[in-house]
């Protein structure tokens, strides 16, 4: 079997994806997510110029010895733009893989370790009042797992506020907005959400939270002993995590469990944080990490040291994304949770699949292969337009993490 052509489609229903298709000399197709929120056109030319020419005429059953090619070959390793063209080959080819052996890829994968996938759903409001009738909302779907994101007092634009609770797209228009930001009037705020969600929903409920890289160290340790009462099941990347050691002082300040990754691209970027066990779960996922082959490393070493999965699941992770995910999901050993943050309909239109929503958890796909592809004609029918991720500063102006 050889490569015959390989198709990178760049479309926007209602937000920005691209999307590989490798097609075979047979006809087997594979598809693979390459999308990167607010840098999809870098991805799309490393795809272009970079890596189809050296696919076509190659084996698609020589998964590992491409990804080898890919990543070595490159000189330049590593880096979301790289690793999430990397990931988009790999999880074509494992699509394909699946559709010649006939089975779902994570029957490739070892099998089922669990029955479905437990998701966690995104309640989301200005207030404080209103965001109870969220979670309300998720838990009334069958969500055992919710993640709890307010306005903060005084502030505008926070993180994970969005006008439509149900799609949260960060990416605007082609200038980055800008949100100012206050650590001091966030620190005070947070745990009256948390006293308040716990008090109204009992201890059964999975509650979590996105800091979103805000924090210094001694700072997200205060955040986690003042949520402490209310058994978060992780307060998520409480700090940048370039400083991987950064993470001891917040470890031995508080037993809030913490999860990091959905920026990292490889096994490099959380190597120390799992060996030392500086963090609870790793959020690592198939578009930005190297893809199904790579992110199966993250995992089995995140599973030697009690760390568990938690992938990033947002609206600007594709259908082929979250479809390729639950493969990994299902098969792997230490599985933590996966975030589902609902696509739209136009959304689910290009990428037809056949993972299903039941009682707050994914099914993966029973079809050979990964069980979504792209309608390259609905495709074709929203062009892309630019839309870049906000930044954020503080009062005085200082350019601060989003
Ligand atoms: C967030 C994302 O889902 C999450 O946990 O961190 O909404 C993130 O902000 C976006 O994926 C960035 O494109
Ligand atoms: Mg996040």
Redesign the pocket.
Known sequence: MRIADARVIVTSPGRNFVTLKIVTADGVTGVGDATL??RELAVAAYLTEHVVPLLIGRDPARIEDTWQLLYKGAYWRRGPVTMSAIAAVDTALWDIKGKVAGLPVYQLLGGRSREAVTVYG?ANAETVDDVLGEVAHYVDHGYRAV?VQTGVPGLTGV??VSRDPRH?E??GGAVPAESVWSTPRYLEHTPRVFEKVRAEFGPDLMLLH?V?HRLTPIEAARLGRSLEPYALTWM??PVPAELQEGFRLIRSHTTTPIAVG?VFNSIWDCQQLITEQLIDYV?TTVVHAGGISHLRRIFDLANLYHVRSGS???T??SPVCLAAALHVDVSIPNFGLQ?Y?AHTAETDAVFPHTYRFAGGMLHPSEEPGLGVDIDEEAAARYPYRAAA?PVNRLADGTLHSW
């Open positions: 929120n607010g995104h993640r993180y994970g949260y960060p990416a996105d979103h998520e990347d959905e959020r990033h699941g947002a600007d992770l975030e943050m991720l």
